[in-house]
Structures are given as C-alpha cells and as structure tokens.
T-cell receptor, first 109, second 116 residues
Framework: LAKTTQPISMDSYEGQEVNITCSHN???????ITWYQQFPSQGPRFIIQ???TKVTNEVASLFIPADRKSSTLSLPRVSLSDTAVYYC??????????FGAGTRLFVKA | NAGVTQTPKFQVLKTGQSMTLQCAQD?????MSWYRQDPGMGLRLIHY???????DQGEVPNGYNVSRSTTEDFPLRLLSAAPSQTSVYFC???????????????FGEGSWLTVV
C-alpha cells in the first residue's frame, strides 16, 4: 500500500495562507492524490484531488511536482472555521483506503 | 439525498454485550467500509466490502464482524463489547475501485459508542 507522511499538527492565524505538504515516495503511476477535511464530530469530506501539476477549486489548491513524490495542499486566507484535520490519501490497489493520522490545523484569531 | 446513513448515533454498552451498527447508502455504491476513530487519532479501517457478498479485513478487524447481503447495507457487529472498543465509528462508501476525477469517499455522520 502506498504510504503518506504529513505533519502531525500546524498552527496558523486568521487571514494567513496555510500549506500542508504530504510525502508519498511510493506513489504508483495510476494513483491520484486526494485530500479530505474532517471537522470535530463529523466524518471526513472531500476537498480536492489531483494527478499532476496544479488543481484549484473554491476551497483549496493542490500543487504536485513532476515526480509526484509529494503534494502540497494550500488553503488561502484561512479562517477559524478551517480548524480541522486534513488527510492526504494516495490510493493503491482496491478499496483498502488507509487514512493515517492526518494533520491537525489550528487557526487562531 | 440521504447519502450514507448510520444508526444509532449514540450507544452505551456493557462489557460483553453485542450489538450491530447499521449503515445504509442510497447512491448505489459498490464499495463500503467501516472505520473507527479514537479520541485525537486518525481513522483506522476495520472492514471493507467491494460488493454484495464480498468482505475483507482492514487494519483492526478483531472483535468485529461484517456482512454485505445487499448493495445498500453494510452492518458492523460487535461480538462481545470491550472498553477498548469505545470509539466513534464511521461508515463510508465509494462508487468504484479506482480513484479519479469525481470519485470520492462519502462518510456517514458517525456512531458514538461507549463500552462500560
């Protein structure tokens, strides 16, 4: 199974840009990189997905270098409501999706 | 537009009791799974299913059974509850095997289980 490594926690202030980097050295050719967000007492929800280069949606941007061994989730101008756990997933064969511990982002006023 | 529905939302069990957490999805998804999340921790995969009649073990399957008699339902059974099974349980579903544009995992709202 492809494995990801991301920081355990990060702190930020409102209005700042936050970048969370995920390492996935063993990513397979067919794997996509997907990020999920989990608020307290809720299930995770999809925020962004990419294969290479850059992807942007209304919530975040995802930067993937050419070798695809890492990816960076960028959250522009975070607010208190962005306090959550962020999971980086790189899927391997089948549906045995392993989430890992994720990155706890704490946004301060 | 229900998505993934879990019941019950909250449950307190005594050690040794058994119970079933229900999960249903109305999106005709092939893939369903159960995760547990202990306080301050990430999600750990318990069991998963790739279709009706097919189940397999995840990271932490001991103490749990699953079955998949229909596409819609994927119940999780605790055989003999232990305090170590106190956790939040999330059911999830996904449409196809391969991740790709538009194919994501959908989660239920969680079931909070306390074993005393």
């Amino acid at each position: 199974l492809a494995k990801t490594t991301q920081p355990i926690s990060m702190d930020s202030y409102e209005g700042q840009e936050v970048n969370i980097t995920c390492s996935h050295n063993n990513i397979a050719t067919n794997d996509y990189i997907t990020w999920y967000q989990q608020f307290p007492s809720q299930g995770p929800r999809f925020i962004i997905q990419g294969y290479k280069t850059k992807v942007t949606n209304e919530v975040a941007s995802l930067f993937i270098p050419a070798d695809r061994k890492s990816s960076t989730l960028s959250l522009p101008r975070v607010s208190l409501s962005d306090t959550a756990v962020y999971y980086c997933l790189v899927d391997d064969v089948g549906f045995k999706t392993i989430f890992g511990a994720g990155t706890r982002l704490f946004v301060k006023a | 537009n229900a998505g993934v529905t879990q019941t019950p939302k909250f449950q307190v069990l005594k050690t040794g009791q058994s119970m079933t957490l229900q999960c249903a999805q109305d999106m005709n998804h092939e893939y369903m799974s159960w995760y547990r999340q202990d306080p301050g921790m990430g999600l750990r995969l318990i069991h998963y299913s790739v279709g009706a009649g097919i189940t397999d073990q995840g990271e932490v399957p001991n103490g749990y059974n699953v079955s998949r008699s229909t596409t819609e339902d994927f119940p999780l059974r605790l055989l003999s509850a232990a305090p170590s099974q106190t956790s939040v349980y999330f059911c999830a579903s996904s449409s196809t095997r391969d991740r790709g544009p538009g194919n994501t995992i959908y989660f239920g709202e969680g079931s909070w289980l306390t074993v005393v």
